[in-house]
T-cell receptor, first 113, second 113 residues
């Protein structure tokens, strides 16, 4: 069966510091991968998606970037965090079948102070 | 553009009460529809889905019927439990290069014993 991991689970970082969040998927190959952000009391906003290694598309201009160095690894980064980057970051994968549903990881709670 | 509208929360019910959470969508064509559930501090879990008009998705006592005439996908459960307390997200699939999910803002359900 497929599983998706995210780490760290929680993170507190000062403004201006760098960020690296990691997501890995097991039990599937060539998944579409997604990064979402959930701000407090709000819905989910798609940040990045990737259809393959090295292929990244950005949905919203951000202080963030994403990379996919391996087939089942997806990384969210920032060089300098802003207060507005605080939120709950969720990684998701979608299989190659026709159902199109996405499966989410446990999330990373980021607080920028 | 594509969007999903959910009823405002929080919804507070007593145990064994009937639940309805309304969801309507705006989209081109007839997209797949989903309900996700998020328990406190966790990622999103797929609760149920429907891929075409008049389909009924069901899982764990929850049901939702794809109504193309009213562009709705209301979530229902006949008898809620305290353990159903969570945030519920309605979503539809936006076909295209990303095949991304368009989420509503979520509805918080609180079930009291």
């Amino acid at each position: 069966s497929q599983t998706i991991h995210q780490w760290p689970a929680t993170l507190v970082q000062p403004v201006g510091s760098p960020l690296s969040l990691e997501c890995t998927v097991e039990g599937t190959s060539n998944p579409n991968l997604y990064w979402y952000r959930q701000a407090a009391g709000r819905g989910l906003q798609l940040l990045f998606y990737s259809v393959g290694i090295g292929q990244i598309s950005s949905e919203v201009p951000q202080n963030l970037s994403a990379s996919r160095p391996q087939d089942r690894q997806f990384i969210l980064s920032s060089k300098k965090l802003l207060l507005s980057d605080s939120g709950f970051y969720l990684c998701a994968w979608r299989g190659q079948g026709v159902s199109y549903e996405q499966y989410f990881g446990p999330g990373t709670r980021l607080t920028v102070t | 553009g594509n969007s999903v509208t959910q009823m405002e929360g929080p919804v507070t019910l007593s145990e064994e009460a009937f639940l309805t959470i309304n969801c309507t969508y705006t989209a081109t064509g007839y997209p797949s529809l989903f309900w996700y559930v998020q328990y406190p501090g966790e990622g999103l879990q797929l609760l149920l889905k429907a891929t075409k008009a008049d389909d009924k998705g069901s899982n764990k006592g929850f049901e939702a019927t794809y109504r193309k005439e009213t562009t709705s996908f209301h979530l229902e459960k006949g008898s809620v439990q305290v353990s159903d307390s969570a945030v519920y997200f309605c979503a539809h699939l936006q076909r295209g290069a990303t095949n991304k999910l368009i989420f509503g803002t979520g509805t918080l359900l609180a079930v009291q014993p």
